[in-house]
């Protein structure tokens, strides 16, 4: 009975080891997330680049107007107004505070 709990709790402490060998319930094995992530950690996000412009007739290349995004983000379409809140969350990221 103590070999087997032994067994499982070695087993189980191997989990926790990453791929360098350090301990800690952090995943290693998952690119940009115990190492910081990087410059473009958000990139994975955009799973469909341009819909959102296509959605609102606005030509790729030009600026969404903030009004159509806030309108778009209360439209009853879900997936609209999913890239729309997302476009809001993007629009705040990358300024630095003063």
């Given at each position: 009975m103590d070999a087997e709990l032994a067994s499982f709790q070695k087993k189980k402490r191997k989990k926790h080891i990453g791929a360098?060998?350090?301990k800690g319930h952090r995943r290693l094995d998952r690119p940009g997330r115990a190492r910081?992530?990087?410059?473009?950690?958000?990139?994975?996000a955009i799973k469909h680049p341009g819909a959102l412009h296509?959605?609102?007739?606005v030509p790729e290349g030009e600026k969404i107007p903030a009004s159509k995004i806030e309108k778009a983000a209360h439209s009853d379409n879900p997936t609209l107004a999913r890239?729309?809140?997302?476009?809001?969350?993007?629009?705040?990221?990358?300024?630095k505070k003063d």
């Open positions: 360098e060998g350090e910081g992530g990087g410059a473009k950690w958000i990139h994975g296509r959605s609102l007739g890239r729309a809140r997302f476009a809001q969350t993007l629009k705040g990221l990358g300024h």
